[in-house]
């Protein structure tokens, strides 16, 4: 898959000069304009030409004249995405539409094809088939940051462009829906039935700027198989409009009736078959004697529920000349919609139908997990033209110097900010991306010190050379477990570079830092420490092996021999052992420690003096059961010592002893269980989900060790 980038150019857009003879939160954007106008409706239209990036294009069209469409921007067909970013109110919703008219500006004759998203999420496909028809997508949602990106791209054909980009804001709870922080209200259909002209309604009829399309605009497959009787009626009495979705008054005060008892459309849905939102608008506005009613049923193919209410405008509006809309906030509707409204058996008129709005539920995709840390990092630098590409960094398409992964919710795996002439010390933000496997900042002008980056553990690519950059180099480095490259060539770092470092098998470069320098003799002094203590350790306990072997050999000469004299031996000790370690160590059972090891099945390690295994006796504890393999007089005087010595020893550093085992010819030892594994694998790392201990916290280690022993020798 081919790896998407983005170009930058984005302007902040959010001119309220502009719209001060309108609702607040306006804004019409005339995309390629030069200078800023107001059309023959009111509306302020402000040119986009502060963007540097595109081209802009004089636009003729037979079909219209109207100024903001003789010009438009486009973008070249290429792997990069377009953005525009507005400011916007938080927890407010808004209208947000962009039309587009072609006019063959490029003289090609070959219709674009491209995407259009708002930020991180897939609102359109924009598709071109004449030259002279203004495309419109409109949509509905709730602004959930300060800011919304709208971005062009994936041109199949032809060029991206736009023609306009509108935002209009909605007051109180115009178009609220339960599920409007997972899901935009993407227009469908929005239709003034027994309109008088071609015309559209809209601002400032309509003070929300709705455009409610004609009905007497017709085209393939749209607004067809009228049912015979059909006719459209009006008035200018004023409609009480004034709830629910606020319809516009003019579009109420149109309408038309079933004269033979049924009215009957069909349409094609754009973006269906899906889950959507449709409501009907109804205001009776026709004089009839008071013994004539107007009662009908919404019929629709296959969904039989939707025909048991009963509408009865007058009764359900509470009088004439006023609004009713019922509908569905959540319904399942097919491509080819086929509807028809029919008047019941005790009604003397047909139906009415005043306006339709139909919206497709348009998921919403929440974007990278880094949005939040990246849209910080730019931040920092307001007035680089790389800072300002918009949308989301990973979604629908990556940054120009970014690239994510291809998970669902994507991560940033790669940043690119070679010479952008950086100042400042690097930002913390960076050092939150724990997917990144490559950073590239050489080349800039960077200063103060390297932040830790021990989060982003799959680091494998750091570039840093050719800044300003000072003190020391992180130890943090020496625990990345994926590095394989660091290069902090020519900077202003000092101090000793952590030995763990100068031990990894990575391209290292640190040259041209006059402070920073080798551990000396390529060990440092936290290394050399840990190798004396443990030296000197291993020294003692040897000088301590070979005396006890030595004693023990010189007193067995004088032993009996024969199998018979060992065993007289041993059970006269055994017998010396009861009477003295009973009144200090707790006896187990045999049964007990049988019940608790599962008759000794999980072995978790082994040594000289016998086996261990895992138990877990009766109240819940965990226990080590160390099983003597040396049945020897030797082997048990060892036991029966250990026993003594260690029912006397508490201490941090010493493992707790819990007790022992002598029946049946076992000799067996009870510890308190020790969790995350061995020593060993705890310093090298062995287990897949840990990282290596640092060097400090191994001479920690080795402090605590040396601590224990000191108490053990104490007592020997």
């Known amino acids: 898959m081919v790896r998407v980038r983005l170009l930058q150019l984005v302007v902040l857009l959010f001119l309220c000069s502009a719209s001060r003879a309108q609702i607040p939160g306006f804004m019409s954007l005339d995309c390629g304009g030069t200078e800023n106008h107001t059309d023959s409706t009111g509306l302020k239209w402000v040119s986009d030409n502060q963007i540097i990036f595109g081209g802009t294009a004089i636009v003729s069209s037979s ?7 003789t010009t438009m921007r486009y973008f070249p067909a290429d792997d990069k995405k377009y953005c525009y970013t507005l400011q916007v109110q938080n927890r407010t919703r808004y209208l947000v539409r962009a039309t587009f008219l072609y006019g063959n500006f490029d003289r090609s004759d070959v219709y674009p094809k491209f995407d259009i998203s708002l930020g991180a999420s897939p609102w359109s496909t924009i598709v071109i088939s004449d030259q002279n028809i203004v495309v419109v997508k409109e949509l509905i949602f709730l602004a959930t940051f300060p800011m919304i990106s709208i971005c062009l791209s994936n041109a199949t054909t032809g060029q991206p462009f736009i ?10 709870s115009l178009y609220y829906t339960t599920v409007e922080t997972e899901f935009f209200l993407s227009l469908s259909a929005r239709i003034n039935f027994g309109a008088e002209s071609n015309e559209s309604v809209r601002y400032p009829d309509d003070p929300y700027d709705r455009i409610w399309e004609s009905d007497l605009v017709r ?37 038309v009736v079933g004269q033979n008892g049924s009215l009957s459309y069909r349409l094609d849905l754009e973006g269906f078959p899906s889950f959507g939102w449709a409501f009907s608008y109804f205001a009776e506005i026709e004089d009839f004697p ?24 007058q009764e359900n509006a ?6 009713y809309e019922p509908g569905y906030y959540n319904l399942s509707l097919p491509f080819i919609f086929s509807f028809e409204f029919k008047k019941t058996n005790d009604s003397s008129l047909g139906p009415i139908l005043n306006a339709l709005e139909i919206y497709k539920y348009q998921q919403i995709d929440f974007g990278s997990q880094d949005a939040s840390a990246m849209t910080s ?3 920092h630098y307001s007035q680089a033209d790389w800072a300002h590409e918009g949308g989301d960094p990973c979604l629908p398409a990556s940054w120009s110097w970014v690239q994510c992964n291809s998970d669902a919710q994507p991560k940033v795996v790669s940043i690119d900010l070679s010479g952008k002439n950086l100042t400042g010390s690097i930002p913390l933000e960076l050092s939150r991306l724990t997917g990144l496997i490559e950073l590239k900042l050489d080349d800039n002008m960077l200063s103060g010190a390297i932040p830790d980056f021990g989060e982003c553990i799959n680091l494998q690519s750091i570039h840093l050379e050719n800044n300003q950059l000072t003190g020391s180099l992180p130890s943090s480095f020496a625990d990345l477990p994926n590095l394989k490259e660091l290069n902090v060539k020519n900077n202003k770092l000092s101090g000793v570079i952590p030995q763990g470092l100068m031990d990894k098998h990575i391209s290292f470069n640190y040259a041209e830092n006059a402070g920073l320098h080798k551990p000396k003799n390529g060990v440092n002094r936290v290394v050399i420490t840990i190798i004396i203590c443990v030296v000197i350790g291993v020294f003692i306990l040897l000088s301590a092996i070979m005396a006890y072997f030595l004693l023990t050999k010189k007193r067995s000469k004088s032993l009996p021999k024969g199998n018979a004299a060992v065993n007289r031996s041993a059970k006269k000790l055994s017998t010396y052992f009861s009477e003295v370690a009973t009144e200090t160590a707790h006896r187990y059972a045999l049964s007990e420690i049988d019940d608790a090891t599962g008759k000794f099945q999980k072995k978790i390690g082994s040594g000289g003096f016998g086996i261990v295994y895992y138990g877990k006796l009766k109240d819940g504890k965990e226990i080590a059961v160390k099983v003597l393999t040396n049945e020897s007089y030797q082997g048990i005087r060892e ?12 201490h941090r550093n010493l493992v707790t002893f819990l007790g022992y085992s002598q029946q049946d010819g076992k000799n067996i030892l009870v510890y308190e269980y020790m969790h995350n594994g061995t020593l060993k694998e705890n310093l090298r790392g062995i287990s897949s989900y840990k990282r290596p201990i640092s060097w400090i916290k191994r001479l920690e280690i080795a402090e605590d060790a040396a601590r224990g022993w000191v ?3 104490e007592f020997l």
Do not use: C
Not at 290 to 313: H, I
């Open 63 to 69: 079909n219209e004249a109207r100024k903001q469409y």
């Open 163 to 172: 023609s306009t980009l509108e935002l209009r804001q909605f007051n109180g």
């Open 219 to 255: 085209r393939a497959n749209y607004l067809v198989d009228v049912a015979p009787g059909t006719e459209q009626i009006s008035t200018k009495v004023p409609v009480d409009v004034n709830y629910d979705e606020r319809p516009p008054e003019r579009v109420m005060q149109t309408a």
């Open 290 to 313: 008071s013994d004539e009613t107007r009662k009908f049923k919404l019929f629709v193919p296959g969904m039989p529920s939707m025909s048991k209410p009963t509408v009865n405008v």
């Open 318 to 323: 509470q009088g004439k000349y006023r609004l």
């Open 377 to 379: 990092l730019v931040s």
């Open 639 to 650: 036991f029966l010592n250990e026993v003594t010595l260690l029912s006397r020893i508490h």
């Open 711 to 713: 108490v053990f020798r």
